[in-house]
């Protein structure tokens, strides 16, 4: 069975462009959620998406967004970059079961110029 | 909110040693996961723990969860070079109804031959 990806696997840009990433879910997997790596702050939740639904949002700001289309497909959209916001990106999707367990991607890592 | 706490953020081993790595959680919770993490890669699932004095093992790492403690270990037997990498415990937030993972803080694991 393949497992959760993502693209692109890098990426640069400047401050002030936006950016778009992709993650495509195990087969079978309805809940995709997204998390940001950094060495200040740890790996920390931005938001989860099931049935093209946001179930839960973490403590990011509007710059940060989502989507998810009924393939189960998600991306994330960061608009306005910061400095700050140069990070590994990780996307991890959930089988339909009563326990949760996330299988994580590859990541993606964003540097910001 | 919850809180994840992890101790001690880095550990020296020789092969061989025994040591264990705590994680500590500020809210009821019976969900916990743990998680590796290898330099530049992304998180891979080691084990996942649902209810109180669960127990797994796998290998030479075995992982326990006390919720009435809001404390699960991680036991490290006979440490071997392979298993240097980076370890996160990660508590269920929301206990089941969304998957969104708060983590800890990790422990940077490097053993020595």
């Known amino acids: 069975k393949a497992g959760v990806t993502q693209t692109p696997r890098y990426l640069i840009k400047t401050r002030g462009q936006q950016v778009t990433l992709s993650c495509s879910p195990i087969?079978?997997?309805?809940?995709v959620s997204w998390y940001q790596q950094t060495p200040g702050q740890g790996l920390q939740f931005l938001f989860e998406y099931f049935s093209e639904t946001q179930r839960n949002k973490g403590n990011f700001p509007g710059r940060f967004s989502g989507r998810q289309f009924s393939n189960s497909r998600s991306e994330m959209n960061v608009s306005t970059l910061e400095l700050g916001d140069s990070a590994l990106y990780l996307c991890a999707s959930s089988p339909p079961s009563s326990y949760n367990e996330q299988f994580f991607g590859p990541g993606t890592r964003l540097t910001v110029l | 909110e919850l809180k994840v706490e992890q101790n001690p953020l880095f550990l020296s081993m020789q092969e061989g040693k025994n040591y264990t790595i705590y994680c500590n959680y500020s809210?009821?919770?019976?969900?916990l996961y743990w998680y590796r993490q290898d330099p530049g890669k992304s998180l891979e699932s080691l084990f996942v723990l649902l209810s109180n004095g669960a127990v797994k093992q796998e290998g030479r790492l075995m992982a326990s969860l006390d919720t009435k403690a809001r404390l699960s270990t991680l036991h490290i037997t006979a440490a071997v070079h392979d298993l240097s990498a980076t370890y996160f415990c990660?508590?269920?937030?929301?206990?089941?109804?969304?998957?969104?993972?708060?983590f800890g803080t990790g422990t940077l694991l490097a053993v020595q031959p």
């Open positions: 809210t009821t919770s019976d969900r």
């Open positions: 990660a508590v269920d937030e929301v206990g089941g109804a969304t998957n969104k993972l708060i």
């Open positions: 087969s079978g997997h309805r809940s």
